[in-house]
Nanobody
Framework: QVQLVESGGGLVQAGDSLRLSCAASGRTFSTYSMAWFRQAPGKGREFVAGITWSGAMTDYADSVKGRFTISRDNAKNTVYLQMNSLKPEDTAVYYC?????????????????WGQGTQVTVSS
């Protein structure tokens, strides 16, 4: 089993910043990609950002490009999501996910491991 634990969510005002962290523990893999998804009430789970095993390539949803930055520290088995210039429409539960291949995946069904989610609420 792999456990993913997110932290760093909270209630902020529009324009503020948050940094989310996701630490993996338990079973480890030779290479793996990680990503962040989010889900707002009444909506499906949306891809936000992903990062390859090496960290050399990243992908972002159009809605967060230029504002969010994903990074990883393989020595700590941790992925981060730096969120700047937050908007009310960023309000959602944010989940980190892990896939057992090194490249970025864009669909939620391609990730076998998920964290419990952390709430991000942005007020206007």
């Amino acid at each position: 089993q792999v456990q993913l634990v997110e932290s760093g969510g909270g209630l902020v005002q529009a324009g503020d910043s948050l940094r989310l962290s996701c630490a993996a523990s338990g079973r480890t893999f030779s290479t793996y990609s990680m990503a962040w998804f989010r889900q707002a009430p009444g909506k499906g789970r949306e891809f936000v950002a992903g990062i390859t095993w090496s960290g050399a390539m990243t992908d972002y949803a159009d809605s967060v490009k230029g504002r969010f930055t994903i990074s990883r520290d393989n020595a700590k088995n941790t992925v981060y999501l730096q969120m700047n210039s937050l908007k009310p429409e960023d309000t959602a539960v944010y989940y980190c996910a892990l896939a057992t291949r090194g490249w970025v995946h864009f669909n939620d069904y391609e990730y076998p491991y998920w964290g419990q989610g952390t709430q991000v609420t942005v007020s206007s």
